[in-house]
């Protein structure tokens, strides 16, 4: 892999390589992708160091590490969502106050355009089995052409209030959203709806 990372220049690139790679575990073609969609977004958006980052992935598979990582955006923190929709896909924005309309970025990765890179494509679209050297490879080669994204308006509601309650069937406190009467937690409503 070093053989493939001394394409690699540009410092600051490198250091978020080896940040994302201590996260990781190890350097995947899924957590290299997120590196990518996370300096596209920094560009787009004019992200600068300290700014709050809300990032919405639309996979679970290794691209969500990256923006942990670079944009100290978690799920604990509430900056990261993820929607499982096995898509490659992220849409990222700065803070935008309650009840206010802003706008973010959705970057996906391109198949269509990946195609020019062999190694890189069959990797995604799983025709063959590819070593991870080769898709990073075609990763650094490909930079942001492999990549299609575009503003999309986002809003951000107003917050419920938050309450404590005790569940009356489990006896098990929880965060209750809203001023509804019902003191039922959301694993006790769940089972009682099977």
């Not at 309650?98 to 995604?124: Q, S």
């Not at 489990?170 to 089972?191: L, R």
Request: charged share 30%.
């Amino acid at each position: 892999m070093n053989d493939v990372l001394s394409k690699v220049t540009d410092k600051e690139y490198l250091k978020q390589i080896e940040d994302v790679i201590k996260f990781h575990g190890h350097l995947s073609g899924g957590a290299f992708i997120g590196i990518q969609m996370y300096n596209i977004a920094k560009k787009v958006l004019d992200i600068k160091d300290g700014d709050r980052v809300y990032a919405n992935c639309e996979t679970r598979n290794c691209m969500p590490d990256a923006f942990q990582v670079l944009g100290n955006c978690t799920t604990g923190n509430k900056r990261l969502s993820i929607k499982d929709y096995d898509i490659m896909a992220v849409t990222v924005n700065k803070i935008i106050p309650e009840n206010e309309v802003g706008t973010g970025v959705r970057i996906v990765f391109d198949h269509k355009k990946a195609e020019k890179y062999p190694a890189l494509y069959n990797w995604f679209m799983n025709i063959k089995k590819v070593p991870h050297e080769e898709v990073i490879s075609d990763l650094i080669d490909a930079g942001d052409s492999i990549y299609s994204w575009k503003s999309v308006e986002i809003h951000v509601s107003e917050k419920k209030p938050k309450f404590s309650a005790v569940c009356g069937l489990c006896g098990e406190s929880f965060i209750k959203k809203g001023t509804d009467d019902e003191n039922i937690c959301p694993n006790c409503a769940e089972k009682s709806a099977e």
